[in-house]
């Protein structure tokens, strides 16, 4: 059966990052977009309100002088009533051209604009009775028609006061509700916003600041030497072929780490050569000596003289094969690997490989106690100490003392280990670039400037420091501390 199952969608990293900000924009817009339209609402409203308010007092003068009309007869009072509801006319014309969307049912609209029409309409009619009746020289206040006009027009202003202060209170109540609603989508709107920054947190946390610190923390591993792999980020994105393209570059590094050690190595053979020939010389001189003794005092009946000599030619043996399995071991590349090591025995076979490069106006002092032991990668220790003992010896062509020492800081749980010369010294602007790689202060053909940096590489992988105290012309002391 073909599985027809589709793969998950992967988004890259600008995907995730223009998809995640998208919707940032689009909840920002609509929060924007529904705030603007419950203002703009808002202050329509209010304005109507405002509006209605100047209607609702211009009717309320009108009232006034149609009241005042009542109580002294004065036509002037009459006039400056029918005047105000002119005007109360022309408001109400502007408000039903000018709001006619915001305001409430059409009908309503027009039937208070009959209303008005009808109140200035039965003012005019009551003026123009009142007028008639002072000309006839009748007694305006029992006219009967002047009667029905009176209570015509007070009940109509009446009604029409009544309606707009209705209108007004239920403008204002719609006002509170767009203000209440208002409040309601602020708070819905932080919210959303503080909802939705803390998921940009989270998807910065996760998807950028996580991998790069990541990736951060094994670059700090590569530089101090540690060369494991950055471990595996399953983001989909550009993070994740980061993280695969720096592990290929840190296994590749891993084996030219190697090979440059392996190098130095060879190279530090190279320089040990002539002393090893040497070293070996004497050795096979005492054995070919002794063995054309023995042959030619074959019919001498003194064994005990021929067994002197085969013990003698014995020992030199051993001494060659020290010698060689001394330089086997230290030409050999291994795994790094951490066991405890007897200290002095190391120095003894570091010293069968360099004793040949020692010149004889050289001093050479060992101060190892014959127990003591550190945890360590001997091949790799060894040959910090080869380097740190050839650069001596570099430093002394005038001859001077050597003196190789250790010890044990129980209070710091440190295995210290110091090599010491009197020597010229080291300048201090070239300090703080000793272990640079290439640098170096001696002739091209005698030094490649990666022996000390190699040797710092050594003791960050052991988690250990080596520090350097120099003075031109008293000589130069290297300490190197590693985890007990």
């Known amino acids: 059966m073909i599985n027809d199952t589709i793969p998950p969608m992967k988004f890259n990293l600008r995907q995730k990052i223009f998809l995640h900000f998208l919707i940032f924009m689009v909840v920002n817009c609509a929060i924007w977009f529904f705030s603007y339209f419950s ?17 609702l007092d211009t009717v309320l003068e009108a009232r006034r002088y149609e009241k005042n009309f009542f109580l002294r007869n004065s036509k002037s009072d009459l006039q400056l009533a029918i005047s105000y509801i002119e005007k109360t006319a022309e408001k109400q014309n502007i408000i039903e051209s000018n ?4 305001l409430e049912d059409k009908e309503s609209v027009r039937k208070r604009t009959e209303i008005i029409h009808n109140y200035k309409n039965n003012l005019e009619k009551l003026y123009d009775a009142y007028s008639n009746a002072e000309i006839s020289g009748e007694n305006s206040l029992q006219s009967e028609e ?40 602020l708070i819905t709107s932080l919210l959303s916003l503080f909802v939705l920054s ?13 991998p790069l610190k990541s990736i951060e923390k094994s670059i700090q591993q590569i530089v101090s030497g540690d060369f494991n792999k950055i471990p595996k980020i399953k983001t ?30 060879m190279s530090s053979l190279g320089t040990l050569t002539s002393g090893v020939a040497h070293e070996l010389n004497n050795p096979l001189n005492n054995i070919s000596t002794s063995i054309q003794i023995i042959r030619e005092e074959l019919d001498d009946p003194d064994m005990a003289f021929k067994r002197t000599l085969l013990l003698e030619a014995e020992e030199q043996i051993d001494r060659a094969r020290d010698i060689i399995r001394a330089l086997l071991e230290f030409s050999r590349q291994s795994d790094f690997l951490i066991e405890k090591v007897i200290f002095k025995n190391l120095v003894q076979s570091t010293m069968h490989l360099i004793s040949g490069e020692i010149p004889s106006n050289i001093e050479v002092t060992i101060d190892v106690p014959d127990t003591l032991s550190g945890k360590m990668d001997p091949r790799r220790v060894q040959q910090v100490l080869l380097n740190l003992i050839i650069n001596a010896v570099y430093a002394m062509e ?35 670039r000793i272990f640079d790689p290439f640098f170096t ?19 960050e992988q052991h988690g250990g420091t080596i520090h350097v105290d120099s003075l031109v012309g008293k000589g130069t002391v290297f300490t190197v501390s590693l985890p007990d």
């Open 146 to 185: 002047i009667h029905f006009l009176q209570e015509a027009v007070t009940e109509i202003g009446r009604v029409l006061t009544t309606d707009i202060e209705e209108v007004e209170r239920r403008e204002r109540e719609r006002v509170l509700n767009l203000l209440n609603r208002s409040r309601i989508y």
């Open 99 to 102: 709001f006619s969307e915001l």
């Open 39 to 55: 203002n703009s609402t808002i202050n329509q409203k209010l304005n109507i309100i405002e509006k209605k308010k100047e209607l």
């Open 236 to 265: 989909g994105d550009e993070f994740e072929s980061l993280a695969d393209s720096l592990n290929d570059m840190i296994e590749e590094l891993g084996r030219r780490k190697d090979q440059l050690v392996q190098a130095e190595k």
């Open 441 to 459: 202060t001696r002739e091209v053909s005698k030094g490649s400037g990666l022996g000390l940096s190699i040797s710092h590489g050594i003791i």
């Open 198 to 210: 803390i998921l940009t947190a989270f998807f910065l946390v996760k998807n950028v600041n996580r």
């Open 398 to 432: 005038r001859g001077g003392s050597l003196i190789l020492s250790a010890f044990k800081d129980e209070e710091k749980a440190l295995f210290v280990f110091k090599v010491a010369d009197t020597g010229e010294g080291i300048p201090k602007e070239n300090l703080v």
